[in-house]
Structure formats: C-alpha cells, structure tokens
C-alpha cells in the first residue's frame, strides 16, 4: 500500500532569510521569505515555523506560528516573518504546504542554528538582495 503513493518533490520553492531595516527595533532585523521560482501558482500555502536546539546545555524550543495564503503567484515572493534575534541560534524549521493544481506537495526546510548570518549570504533570486536561502 505505501508503495502505491506519490509524493510529488517539491521543486523551484524554497526559503531565503533577508535582512531588512526595522523602525518598530531601530536596528536590522532578519525576516524569512518564501520564494515561488516556479511557473505554477501555489494555492492553500500553509506554512508552520518553530525553533528548537540546545541553548547553555538546556534544551529549548519556541512555539509553533502558522501562516496561510490563499495564492503565491508564479515567480514571486511572500513574506513569512521576522526571525528574533534571541532563536537565531536554535534550528529554525518551517513546513510549507501547498496544492499546484489538485496534487497536494509538502516539504520542511531548516535554517541549522547560527547559520542566519552575514557570512552565509548569497543574492536571492526574485528579491536581487543578499540573504540565507535553503532549498
């Protein structure tokens, strides 16, 4: 029976945490996008984040947050969240689910703990600024 089901890989959507200005903090902040490099629109996105990881040999994590979009064009970019600056060095994981058409598609990415830095940073497709992608 397991055999008999498909899923479908997840391919030209991925992640990218960008560093933008932030007047609420006064200082640069670092916000996660979802890039959608396909031709296809991504209907019913649901994307569920949470960080977790060993802090001071203690084990933390932080609560999940959920975000939903009803449509992500084709070669767009929709802004998830800001990242605090205190769970930059836990593991930063978000799930995305999406339909494209009436096939469902689902795919975790994690950012490692403190690998949402400076020294990481490569032009993101679609957005043409610096940042932290994971595929």
Partial sequence: MKK?????????VFLAAVQEWS???MEKVWYV????????????VMVVSKAFGTLDGEMKKTSL????FVEIPPVSVEKIEMVEKSVLAL?????ITFF???TLYDKK???KANSIND?????VPLLFVDGVMVK
Avoid: C, K, W
């Fill in 4 to 12: 008999d089901i498909i899923i479908p890989e997840v391919e030209n």
């Fill in 23 to 25: 007047d609420d903090f």
């Fill in 33 to 44: 996008y979802l890039i959608n490099d396909s031709d296809f629109q991504l209907d019913g």
């Fill in 65 to 68: 947050l959920r975000h939903a």
């Fill in 91 to 95: 593991n930063n994981e978000f799930t």
């Fill in 100 to 102: 494209i058409g009436n």
């Fill in 109 to 111: 990415f994690i950012f």
């Fill in 119 to 123: 020294n990481e940073m490569e032009e």
